[in-house]
């Protein structure tokens, strides 16, 4: 029987699912145990060149979800091993998440929630509340997750704008958003919510000069990855309140260091990284990424492949 390596806690049902086929070998720190997998799911560990070398019988790698930076995707390419990920698993708990930062942010909910705990009740008067009605929304990367958060925010009379390089004005026109450029993006938009895969483009793609490019009361959201804002830069442009507020569900550094100065901000609302851990959200990743091993060690033609050159070699061969 066929083994398979999964490096972390996933769904009870994705393991059923890998068990009627497989011979399952759950955790990842030793891979003493994983000697003669073929395949390895793995969440947030990270995937490099030795990792794979050490397992020279991997086949297939699966990520339970849609970023793949923790994977070397060239190393897995040049030793022939099919990368697999679940791209539209937790598109819905992401964009929702995203959606409740914005609103969070414009209603001081955590401020005014903290006092009212503490009987400072006519902090009331200290803290308005801003309305996204009339608001403009700016989108920087227009994919599923950006298009279902202008969607579920389409309500409120917001208007849209969106950066995306790979999208075409009239693909955005029939989306419901304006599409322009980044810098109008920044110089335009009440909100700036990021959406990109983490590149060496996108790296700090929101450093110092985006942050001063953008309006004094604008909000800045990030649950895409934590390298594309420059955290320094952010906790100057917050602290001087040169930007209204931000919202983070991701870091440079996960876990964050417990004396981030970010934590003195109280124009900052974070989360740990969990936008995409809703409970239809982890099974959907669980069983697409399980199923993507499934149909790839049994023959068939996984549905979301990362590397599909390697598919070609694999058919040639």
């Excluded at 969440?43 to 019988?57: F, I, N, S």
């Excluded at 202008?150 to 955005?172: C, N, T, V």
């Excluded at 483009?201 to 604008?218: Q, V």
């Amino acid at each position: 029987m066929k083994k398979v390596l999964v490096t972390e806690q996933i769904h009870e049902d994705a393991i059923a699912l890998l068990q009627k086929q497989f011979e399952v070998v759950q955790g990842g720190e030793d891979l003493t145990a994983a000697r003669g997998c073929e395949g390895m799911l793995v969440r947030v560990k990270q995937v490099t060149a030795q990792v794979m070398d050490a397992l020279p019988t991997l086949r297939v790698i699966a990520k339970h979800g849609i970023g793949v930076d923790n994977i070397d995707l060239q190393a897995a390419t040049e030793r022939g091993i099919l990368v697999v990920n679940a791209p539209t698993a937790n598109i819905h708990a992401v964009a929702e998440h995203t959606a409740a930062l914005i609103l969070a942010l414009l209603k001081n909910l955590l401020f005014l929630d903290r006092a009212t705990r503490k009987g400072e009740f006519q902090k009331r008067n200290q803290y308005i509340t801003t309305e996204l009605r009339g608001k403009s929304v700016g989108l920087v990367g227009f994919g599923r997750i950006a298009q279902l958060v202008r969607d579920k925010l389409s309500g409120f009379g917001a208007a849209f704008l969106a950066y995306d390089p790979f999208m075409s004005r009239e693909q955005a026109d029939a989306l419901g958003v304006s599409l322009v450029s980044l810098e109008e993006v920044l110089r335009a938009a009440d909100i700036v919510s990021l959406h990109t895969p983490l590149t060496e483009e996108t790296h700090h793609l929101i450093d110092a000069g985006a942050l001063s490019r953008m309006k004094p009361g604008a909000y800045l959201i990030n649950a895409s990855r934590g390298p594309v804002v420059d955290e320094r830069a952010l906790y100057e442009a917050l602290s001087a309140h040169a930007i209204a507020g931000a919202a983070l569900d991701v870091f440079e550094q996960e876990p964050p260091r417990s004396d981030s100065p970010l934590w003195e901000l109280d124009n900052l609302i974070v989360s740990p990284h969990n936008a995409a851990l809703s409970d239809a959200a982890l099974r959907a990743m669980g069983m697409d990424s399980a199923q993507g091993i499934a149909d790839f060690l049994t023959g068939g033609a996984p549905k979301y492949p990362v590397n599909p050159t390697v598919l070609e070699g694999d058919a040639k061969s």
